[in-house]
């Protein structure tokens, strides 16, 4: 018998053109709870999809309990006793909890095959009980809170016998006092022998509750620690890696007068308190955990989902914005975070793209201009370096760097003050991250006010004039860019 | 982490219960109403006649239920009564000496043959339900006025026996009754106990973690309209032995009948829920509204009208109340 | 597609487009049809057949919209009878002709509103859904109206809408065709048409681009309400009478000839040429079969199979192309 309950050993994943896991290890001893922490894109998710048998690894070996072990497809590793619960819940909401803890595992008469809904109530109602929940499982889905369908699922993931269960940022939407609660049924589970893999972007929810943590880079395993025996600044640097301030091409561009300013700014369930403001050539952070309600304030400024309370002002007049329409006229331009189904028109090429939100500047009493249109599209491609042989190339032939750059394109063609970035990289390559940087910073010299969302700490702390830090739907830190370091920003992002 | 849990469960249920009692009570205070008006309403006569009436909506009720569930709707059921009910009809008419079982099972087979070639159009073919059931809705039409050659099968033309299916007790109890019955046992048994059953509702509350949960989103697609077609032809030879005719244009329309009661029952339009429970009580509402009407004199051109609000009425409130319901949820969001 | 013939113009993929086999189609429809009867090829019978079937053919051009919007409308045959009916009744009550009509045209503009502004009032509701009851309540009404009589005897110079000729050529046919340009012109050389396109592929991307989704939404529904309409009045000029239970079944000729004319009911695809090509191919289906006596029950299976099969084989041939494009697209997203 090994100590391990799980190994994994010099895994490696290659999807076509991208190394997703590159020489990776992992050791996981029954009853602990052992945090993965690295960037967005260090290669978590694969491994994660590794362990659960969604992905196959192309070299490396899995041992559980010192048996070599291959998963050819999800349910083996389910009935190897692997469970995963993932951020966003998946769950039916028209139905009791009972049936979506047994979904796909029903209990059933012998014979008749008739579903056994007593012994499927207690046995659920048992596992809640046991994970100190205090609803019935004959509660509907729907109407449970997001950390209550949590429980529901690490129930199932219980009901199932797993003996490891996998988190992934389970805390990121949760608030306080339920992340509480998360971190005590979690111990309770280590108590009894389930070991945990628990991921996250909270050093909080790491000091809590892991005894080890393990880190991955850029696809690579840097190295694993007691928790306590490694210090924040250097967990820090083992996960970031690099040196800051590079590759960030921001040129310092003149500070001018106030163009938005924003007071009290709330919408029931997601923000509330909100107040900031923005000058001409600035670039204002707007950082802090996903799920903080970032998103959701610059899209009530942009009108997608209004604001219930307080005042919008822009260049010193009230303004109510209530559409997208409205915005774009108060000269207020937004590059959603999901370019794929928010931002673009896949099926459409770059040039209808980028045209798309000036229809009417680029037509005479709504005829088109096919000629002006031609005209804008291929100097704006040009001008944000679209790499591509036509701009009548669909838009879902580029790679993800140049679709962005067709989206930020879109937002040039309107007479705009203030432009806001949702996540202006993600999901992106780092050569095109460069170039992404340099026409944001060319955006803030030309006297635009740029607010910039993002997760990534280097491109916060290297790119913006100002970091605004939410937590929980509040602001919870103003930081001056100059000032701004790492620590800062965690400790407003995260704690009280 | 759950402040008010209890709170919670009660909140949902007592929508629940709310639209079931409330239905319940609408139903007594109209009959009390329409009684006053008329007093022939609450006679044994017209009650049995309303109560068999209403058995065959209510049969098709559940087979709409289960469409309805997996987010589709399915025009096509009028048609696919009127097919069998009309070569139930042709087919008696020239075997006289067929067992009344024998016909029930030959309607019933001829709906699931229609049904199951609606479910693969939709299923496998990718076709919206509604374009798939419109389409339909004109072939089985066209193919009942082709089978009869565009005449009638009257009521001379059938056997007595077959028409006792519909006028005939079984201890005492009506047939088409002791039918709806049956049909309402068995697919409370279905849907509710189960697996494939379940996985129905599955489908039509998530169908992408249905998938990954590993049920065959196809199959069941295919199998509700199956079901659906099935009872189709069950309710086919019942219109067509209770009204002892069998017309190219019998029960034109009715789908809309049924779609009503489904609504009018709780079911969610947009997929997902429905209860059998509601839909027996959204069945008999709309058994007694036919039925009433006429007798306080409301004149039977109002009933599409009225019909056509109910069924707007009905599913501007369900989406009113879920809203509520959502709204409520994010009040209690601390911030 | 439109990308396609501008600047990667090939002759194949210009020949393999969805509308060449439509005309095909209805050559061969119309070579069929001279073998059957004598009588067919002949140029005064084909104009009037045309008389026969283009009063429907009005929806079709909004229906078009509607389809590339992603939603359905099956209440236009509804409208066209209440807005009859209401036409033909406030005539016989005394009012003029000419201010009837124009109350019928804006019966069928209310008619359409309300469906528009359900649609995108309640969003959890489907078009399907609120289509389906504004179907019932407006044929409701117009038995309402009319209970089961029927009211015409208009002016003389009513009926020339439905039989008139203008220089040899019927009015109605005239009147099909300046709808199909400006219809055709506002779908493909207006702002209004590329929006719609842009919410019918993707009407989150439209809204985040500033496209005003729901106003446009509304525009079209109340513009099929007009069309509905519009084909009220030739239809009621060419019976002389109407009846609540007029142009019923009409929603299923007007889809039909929509999704055969190659616009997609995913959203976002087809163009307006391919509709009208659609028009004159099941009319002249139906013409021809009329000519041997075909019952009107066979059209029927005929016209519902045509409507299943139109959708079906554009369905089985992406599936395989989608695939590939998702692996690639799957793969770009990790790369990139």
Not at chain 1, 120 to 136: P, Q, T
Not at chain 2, 251 to 264: F, K, W
Request: aromatic share 8%; proline share 3%.
């Amino acid at each position: 018998m090994s100590e391990f309950v799980l190994e994994l050993r010099g895994i490696t994943k290659t999807f076509p053109g991208v190394k997703a896991l590159d020489d990776v290890h992992f050791q996981l001893k029954p009853g602990e709870i052992h945090a993965l922490m690295g960037e967005n894109g260090a290669g978590k998710s694969t491994f994660i999809k590794v362990i659960t048998g969604v992905h196959q690894p192309d070299e490396g070996e899995m041992y559980l309990n010192g048996q070599k072990v291959e998963f050819r497809n999800p349910k083996e590793a389910k009935n190897q006793g692997i469970a995963a619960i993932y951020q966003h819940v998946t769950c039916y909401p028209d139905l009791n909890v009972t049936e979506n803890i047994f979904m796909g595992h029903e209990k059933v008469q012998k014979g008749t095959r008739r579903i056994l809904w007593k012994e499927m109530h207690a046995e659920a109602n048992k596992l809640l009980r046991e994970l100190g929940a205090n609803f019935d499982a004959k509660a509907l889905m729907g109407t449970l809170s997001v950390a209550e369908q949590q429980i529901v699922e690490i129930a199932k993931a219980l009901s199932t016998n797993a003996k490891i269960i996998i988190m992934d940022e389970p805390t990121a939407a949760l608030t306080r006092n339920e992340s509480e609660e998360l971190y005590r049924i979690t111990e309770k589970l280590r108590d009894s022998g389930t070991s945990v893999i628990f991921i996250s972007h909270r050093f909080e929810d790491m000091y809590r509750l892991a005894s080890k943590v393990t880190v991955f880079r850029d696809s690579k395993y840097i190295g694993s620690w007691g928790v306590h025996d490694i210090s924040n600044e250097e967990l820090i640097v083992a996960m970031v890696g690099r040196e800051i301030k590079q590759l960030f091409p921001k040129t310092e561009a003149v500070i001018g007068e106030e163009v938005l300013s924003v007071e009290n700014l709330g919408r029931t369930g997601f923000f509330a308190g909100v107040s900031f403001n923005l000058r001409k050539g600035e670039i204002l952070g707007l950082t802090g955990l996903v799920g903080a309600g970032r998103s959701e304030v610059c899209q009530a400024l942009f009108g997608i989902e209004p604001a219930d309370k307080g005042k919008i002002r822009i260049k010193g007049l009230e303004k109510k914005i209530t559409n997208p329409q409205q915005a774009m006229k108060q000269g207020i331009g937004y590059l959603p975070e999901d370019r794929q189904q928010q931002g673009l028109i896949l099926s459409w090429g770059i040039d209808k793209n980028i045209t798309l939100p000036s229809l009417d500047h680029l037509s005479s009493k709504g005829w088109l201009n096919k000629k002006k249109e031609e005209a804008i599209a291929s100097s704006l491609s040009k001008k944000v370096s679209v790499k591509t042989p036509s701009i009548y190339n669909l838009v879902s032939s580029l790679s993800g760097g140049n679709q962005q750059k067709v989206a930020v394109a879109k937002l040039l063609t309107s007479d705009l003050d203030i432009i806001i970035l949702d996540e202006p990289t993600k999901g992106v390559d780092v050569g095109a991250k460069s170039a992404i940087y340099e026409i944001i910073s060319d955006l803030a010299c030309q006297g635009y006010g740029v607010i910039m969302v993002s997760s990534e700490m280097p491109e916060v702390l290297s790119m913006c004039d100002r970091i605004l830090v939410m937590r929980e739907g509040r602001i919870t830190a103003e930081i001056d860019g100059k000032y701004a370091t790492q620590e800062a920003i965690l400790e407003a992002a995260m704690t009280n | 982490m759950s402040e008010k849990p209890t709170a919670k469960v009660s909140l949902s249920a007592s929508i629940a219960r709310f639209r079931e009692v409330g239905l319940l009570g609408f139903i007594i205070l109209m009959s009390i109403v329409v009684q006053l008006r008329n007093p022939s309403f609450l006679t044994l006569e017209n009650l049995n006649d309303m109560i068999t009436n209403t058995a065959i909506l209510s049969i098709l009720a559940i087979g709409m239920m289960l469409v309805i569930i997996t987010g589709g709707i399915d025009l096509s059921i009028g048609a696919t009564l009127a097919l069998s009910g009309m070569i139930t009809a042709l087919t008696v008419g020239a075997y006289p000496n067929l067992n009344p079982i024998m016909a029930i099972l030959l309607g019933i087979l001829v709906g699931i043959v229609s049904g199951g070639i609606l479910g693969v159009i939709i299923s496998k073919g990718g076709v919206l339900p509604i374009i798939a059931t419109l389409g339909m809705m004109y072939i089985f039409r066209g193919l009942t006025f082709m089978v009869s050659g565009g005449k009638w099968v009257s009521a001379h033309q059938m056997p007595v026996s077959f028409k006792g299916i519909a006028t005939g007790s079984f201890l005492g109890i009506n047939n088409l009754i002791l039918i709806a019955v049956i049909t309402y046992l068995i697919f409370f048994y279905f849907i509710n106990h189960t697996r494939t059953g379940r996985q129905i509702y599955a489908v039509g509350s998530n169908p992408d973690s249905a998938k990954i949960s590993g049920i065959n989103h196809d199959r069941i697609i295919w199998l509700v309209y199956t079901l659906m077609g099935g009872l189709s032809g069950l309710a086919g030879v019942l219109w067509v032995s209770k009204f002892a005719s069998a017309q190219g244009d019998t029960a034109s329309g009715y789908e809309l009948t049924v779609i009503a009661a489904c609504v009018l029952g709780g079911v969610n339009i947009a997929g997902g829920s429905g209860k059998i429970s509601g839909l027996i009580l959204g069945s008999v509402l709309i058994g007694i509204l036919n039925n009433a009407l006429p007798l306080i004199n409301v004149s039977p051109f109002w009933q599409m009208g009225i019909q056509g609000s109910i069924i707007l009425i009905a599913v501007i409130l369900n989406a009113l109340v879920k809203r509520g319901v959502d709204l409520n949820a994010l009040m209690r969001r601390k911030i | 597609m439109e990308n396609l013939s501008k600047k990667n113009f090939s002759l194949k993929t210009f020949f393999l487009q969805w509308e060449w086999l439509l005309v095909l189609l209805f050559i061969l429809v119309n070579i069929i049809n001279t073998n059957l009867s004598p009588y067919y090829l002949n140029f005064n019978s084909l104009r009037d057949a045309t008389m026969t079937f283009l009063d429907k053919a009005f929806m079709v051009f909004p229906m078009v919209l509607i389809i590339i919007l992603r939603d359905i409308d099956i209440s236009v045959a509804s409208i066209v009878a209440l807005a009859s009916v209401i036409m033909a009744h406030l005539y016989s009550l005394g009012v003029p002709m000419e201010m009837t009509i124009v109350i019928c045209l804006a019966v069928g503009a209310i008619c359409g509103l309300i469906n528009g502004l359900l649609i995108v009032k309640f969003k959890e509701l489907s078009a399907v859904i609120v289509t389906l009851s504004t179907m019932i309540i407006y044929r409701g009404i117009a038995y309402i109206i009319l209970e089961d009589q029927s009211a015409g005897s208009f002016p003389e110079w009513f009926g020339f809408l439905g039989w008139g000729y203008v220089f040899g050529i019927p009015f109605i046919l005239i009147a099909f065709v300046v709808m199909a340009i400006i219809f055709g012109l506002l779908l493909h050389k207006t702002t209004f048409g590329r929006r719609v396109y842009a919410i019918g592929n993707n009407p989150t991307a439209a809204r985040f681009s500033g496209v005003q989704v729901d106003k446009i939404k509304v525009i079209v529904f109340t513009l099929a309400g007009i069309m509905a309409a519009i084909t009220a009045l030739f239809l009621t000029s060419r019976m002389g009478s109407t009846r609540p239970n007029v142009a019923t079944g009409y929603e299923l000729d007007v889809i039909a000839m929509v999704v055969l004319g190659g616009i997609s009911t995913a959203g976002g695809k087809g163009r307006m040429v391919g509709a009208v090509i659609a028009v004159f191919l099941i009319g002249f289906l139906r013409n021809g079969l009329g000519l041997i006596n075909m019952p009107a029950q066979v059209l029927m299976i005929i016209i519902g199979l045509l409507l299943i099969i139109a959708v079906m084989v554009p369905n089985l041939k992406p599936k395989v192309k989608l695939k590939t494009k998702a692996v690639k697209s799957q793969s770009k997203q990790i790369a990139g």
